[in-house]
Every structure is written in C-alpha cells, then in structure tokens.
C-alpha cells in the first residue's frame, strides 16, 4: 500500500478520527462506506498507517520512515491483516473471516494495535458476517477492525450497529474539479457527471477512455432508432466494455430525461441527444431506466452479457419507437 497524502474531501472525516485517536477514543470496529471512488479504501489504509506508525503514535499521519511504515508499504506489517474476496466480484468466505479473528487474537508483535481491514464487507456472505459478530461484540483489546463498505445496507444490521459509521460523501463539485485538474485528468465536468460526483471513480473512467464509449454508445443508441441496427449485433458489439455499458446507459438516460423536462444534458453532445431525444416521452424514457436499473441489478452476478445488453437494447429500441420497454426479447 502507498502512503499518500490524505484526499482533500476527507479532512473533515480525518478530524474527526484524530481527534478519537488523541483521546484515546478510537472504536474499535468502523464501517467506512460511501460511493465508489471516494476513496473509502484509501481513508481505511490511511487510518491503520497512522495507527501503526511507530513515530508518531497518537498522531494522525504516518511519517513513512519508520520500521512499521517501511513494512507497510511493502504490505508486510505483522499487525495488519488484510482480507479481500480471492477473486474480484466473489464473496468474502467464512473460513478468511476465522481466519483474520484467529490473527488478531495473537498478541501484538510491535507492541502496538492490531488492525483487521474488510474490503469489501459488504460481500461477506452470511457465514463470515455471523463469524465476525463475536468478535464485534467481545473485541481484543488493542484491536480496530476497518471495514469497507460502498453498499453497507447489505450488511446485517447486527454488525452495522456494532461498528462507528464513518459515510464519505461526494466532495462539492468545486473541490473536486479541482482536484481533477491537479491530476491532469481532462474534462472534469463530464467525468464527474459520469462518476456520480466521484473523483477517484472519474480518474478510473478517464483511464477506460469513457469520453469516447459513451459518444459510440450515442451513436449505437442512434442505430438501433433509425433501424440501421440491430439488437443482437449491438449487444454484440458493446459485450467487450461488459459491465460498464448499463450504467452509461442509465448515465444516457438521465441526460435525455433532464433534455425532456427542458434542462441542458451534463455531458456534452447536445446535437445527439436532441436527436433521440425527438422520438421520446418522459414516461417512457422512465420505464426504460426502470428497466436499466434492474439489469444493473443482475449485474451483480456471473451472467449472460451478450443477453443482458440484448434486453437493454431492444427495451431501448421498444422506448424509441413509442412503444413501452417490456424488457423482453421483441
Ligand atoms: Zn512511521
């Protein structure tokens, strides 16, 4: 892990946990949730760098120097444990739970806390969360458990009431084009719009080159209206971008549904959306989003892609044609 400097749009967050720390306040379990791309990883990371740090206890920032520092970012620190699903998108597994309590258990190695980090928690299947609940009730002491959560809804509400909820918010847009900019990421506006206000999940979709999938996406969109198009070589076509095409479309959607009700869309492209906007009615563009949200939904498990975007795009089809989005194969 790297030790870099605290997020702009976490110093109220930081505060706060100083403080705790300073008067020895600290709880000892912490739910850090908030959208993707508010860095709730980064702010947990942070936290138990500070925590561990051996030259400035009781501080906030970790001075990077010490033993304790050196071995963290080489992620070999003997008091931090660290439990991720095996493979990105599965769940975390009972056994990585036990597995963590029977670590912190030990006694410090460098005299100093323990700290346990879940990231993210809130894929714990119930197994592992009913695991941990012993631990939340009866913690170790000199134990801080982090736990990472962008949908902490999902946890049982035995573990959220355990914990000291931490809720990161999407900084004003003003901090963070700014910081955008200080990244030398282009076309903050649209990035941000894009990332629900989320600077560290804008920078990720610069990265994707997002900008150009969703002006193709428009185009596609344009297709599938005029008819020069189809539904299966759409889907086909977009299966590679994968998990990213239904929220672009939803980020779509919204724009064309703001076009209708009179407002500007945010991203740009205006020549566009008028143009499928023309075709639409604001109940029906309600109804395809509808159904953009649960496809999102299924988004969530292993899955048929090319049928997934096969129903999102002949739902789109069905909507531009004054038709109601069934969902179903036409
Ligand atoms: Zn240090």
């Not at 076309?187 to 894009?194: D, F, N, P, Y």
Request: charged residues 20%.
């Amino acid at each position: 892990m790297e030790l870099a400097e605290p997020l702009p749009w976490h110093a109220e967050a930081w505060t706060r946990l100083q403080a705790q720390i300073r008067r020895q306040a600290l709880p000892h379990a912490l739910l850090i949730s908030g959208l993707p791309g508010l860095g709730k990883r980064r702010l947990a990371e942070q936290l138990a760098a500070a925590l561990l740090c051996e030259a400035g206890r009781n501080e906030l920032q970790a001075c990077g120097r010490c033993r304790a520092c050196r071995l963290l970012v080489q992620g070999a620190h003997p008091d931090l444990f660290v439990v991720t699903p095996e493979e990105e998108g599965r769940q975390v597994r009972v056994d990585q739970v036990r597995g963590l309590i029977d670590q912190l258990s030990l006694k410090s190695q460098y005299g100093g806390y323990r700290v346990g980090l879940i990231d993210p928690a809130d894929r714990m299947n119930a197994a592992a969360a009913n695991a941990l609940l012993k631990t939340l009730e009866e913690p170790p002491p000199g134990v801080v458990l982090l736990l990472v959560a962008a949908r902490p809804s999902l946890l049982p509400a035995t573990i959220r009431s355990r914990c000291q909820q931490l809720t990161l918010s999407p900084p004003p847009a003003e901090q963070a084009r700014a910081w955008l900019q200080a990244q030398a990421t282009p076309g903050a506006e649209q990035l941000l719009g894009l990332a629900a206000g989320a600077p560290l999940r804008a920078v990720e979709l610069h990265a994707a080159k997002v900008q150009d999938r969703w002006r193709a996406l428009l185009a596609t969109l344009q297709g599938l209206q005029a008819g020069r198009l189809g539904v299966v070589a759409a889907a086909a076509e977009w299966r590679e971008a994968g998990r990213e095409t239904v929220p672009l479309l939803i980020a779509i959607c919204a724009d064309l549904a703001r076009w209708l009700a009179g407002g500007e869309g945010r991203y740009g492209e205006g020549e566009r959306l008028r143009e499928l906007a023309a075709a639409l009615d604001l109940a029906g563009l309600h109804d395809y989003l509808e159904l953009l949200l649960e496809l999102r939904r299924h988004l969530e498990h292993p899955l048929n892609e090319q049928l997934l975007l096969e129903r999102a795009f002949a739902g789109w089809q069905a909507v531009a044609g004054g038709r109601r989005p069934s969902g179903r194969q036409q």
